[in-house]
């Protein structure tokens, strides 16, 4: 059974209506069959009735007729229509049927006329009437018999059936066509359902608005409702893994002057244990946080749009006040100009991952490049060791650690990959002319955003 539901609608209307017709067509051929009959039925007995007024019975016994009926087809030998009177005695018939005779009564009556098919002259199947009339009072009884063949009744029957299903095959084309329409008006309202929830995958705020159609409320309603839902369990869990990465926070800062005292007393190797410890602890909780950040942009999409230049300028000089960032040196290479359509504090947080994780990295230099295509792509690039090809997608993956992640890069690219994919962009590493990573971050225009 075919997925669409419009096909499914199409394929059983189109049946239903041609099952329809066709039995309207079988129907319609007996009909009209039986209405032949019917009308040769009835000429027969008009026929009969004249017979009988022109009859008579003579002395002998034998029946006599004053006119004949004039139908030109009683004079035709074989035509297929006849009549024949007969008694006792003898029987006068049509000359149609010349040397022939009509079958022997069977459920003849003096009261009314007999109607059967059966097997007639010249080896014809024929429609016969019959009854008895008793022209004198006193005289005998008469056996008027009329018949007609029934070969062009069938060939009528034909003729009739195949323009009836003519009519009927073009009946069914215009019906299945009115059934498409009625279809595409009838699923209508779900195709602005899809639009809505279109909609509303893109901003899990919006709500779909009250459905013109009693049939599909419902429905709106339950979505409405799920996606109430939803967003109450993604911000209760956000809330959640917020307060759990602060609440962290206050003990590994103890936990940080517990190994300081403890290298002060000459534990080095306990020290370097506390702080390896710490470090992992701390790069989960940032990374926690980056998730958080991540899920409320989508949650809400601002829509706003940053000037680069400045927020990237400010960035490198906090950089180059780190230790790992004194002995490099930074290339800005941006437009003025250049807008990129991400908000500042989500500019801030992805530019600072990818600068801050080149820079730690990078043996001399580090170059950040920015260009006005489509929405906006910053490139940030460094000559460092690099990414093996086969690391990329490892890199990239959600909660994977500094360690994990490819030799020397680590947390700060699955951390901006998140923020960059929140904000509706795209992320690709390649190997950069510098010798080490080149990470490229795509933005699509604003129109096209607000058209998806």
């Known amino acids: ?270 020290a370097d244990g506390l702080d390896q410890a710490i470090a992992a602890a701390t790069s989960a909780i940032e990374g926690e946080l980056a998730r958080s950040r991540a899920a409320a942009i989508r949650a809400a999409p601002s829509g706003d749009t940053t000037i680069a230049l400045p927020l990237i300028e400010s960035l490198v000089g906090v950089v180059e006040k780190t230790e790992f960032g004194a002995k490099l040196v930074f290339e800005v290479n941006i437009p003025e100009e250049l807008s990129l359509p991400v908000a500042g504090e989500d500019l801030l947080e992805i530019a600072g991952a990818l600068i801050e994780n080149a820079a730690r990295y990078a043996r001399r230099r580090v170059r950040i490049t920015g260009q006005a295509v489509e929405g906006g792509v910053l490139l940030v690039e460094d000559d460092g060791p690099g990414i093996e090809s086969e690391k990329v997608a490892e890199a990239l993956m959600r909660g994977g650690r500094l360690d994990e992640a490819g030799p020397g890069h680590g947390l700060g690219l699955a951390i901006a990959n998140d923020l960059v994919d929140a904000t509706r962009g795209a992320i690709t590493l390649l190997r950069s002319e510098l010798g080490g990573l080149k990470v490229t971050v795509a933005w699509r225009a604003p129109e096209l955003n607000a058209a998806r």
């Not at 279109?198 to 009250?210: G, S, V, W």
Request: glycine share 4%; charged share 25%.
């Open 1 to 270: 059974m075919p997925r669409s539901l419009r096909v499914r609608l199409l394929l059983s209307a189109a049946i239903a209506i041609f099952l329809a017709l066709a039995a309207a067509w079988v129907a319609m051929t007996v009909l009209f069959e039986r209405h032949i009959e019917h009308r040769i039925e009835a000429d027969l007995i008009r026929d009969g009735l004249q017979l009988a007024a022109a009859l008579s019975v003579g002395a002998d016994g034998t029946p006599a007729l004053e006119h004949e009926p004039g139908d030109s087809r009683f004079f035709e030998p074989a035509s297929g229509l006849y009549w024949q009177v007969s008694t006792l005695q003898g029987a006068l018939n049509s000359r149609s049927l010349w040397d022939q005779h009509l079958p022997e009564p069977r459920k003849a009556t003096s009261l009314e006329w007999k109607t059967r098919a059966v097997e007639g002259p010249f080896n014809q199947q024929v429609l016969l009437v019959e009854r008895y009339i008793r022209p004198e009072r006193a005289g005998a009884d008469v056996l008027v018999q009329l018949a007609h063949e029934q070969k062009s009744l069938h060939e009528a029957r034909e003729e009739f059936g195949e323009e009836l299903a003519l009519f009927l095959a073009i009946l069914w084309f215009i019906l299945s066509a009115a059934a498409w329409v009625q279809v595409e008006l009838g699923l209508r309202p779900l195709r602005h359902v899809r639009n809505e929830v279109e909609t509303l995958k893109r901003n899990p705020r919006e709500r779909m608005a009250a459905a013109h159609v009693a049939e599909i409320e419902p429905l709106t309603l339950a979505i409405n409702e799920l996606a109430d839902a939803r967003e109450k369990d993604l911000s209760r869990a956000r809330r959640r893994a917020a307060d759990l990465a602060h609440g962290l926070k206050t003990p590994l800062a103890a936990l940080s002057a517990q190994s300081r005292r403890a290298r002060e007393a000459g534990a080095t190797d306990a």
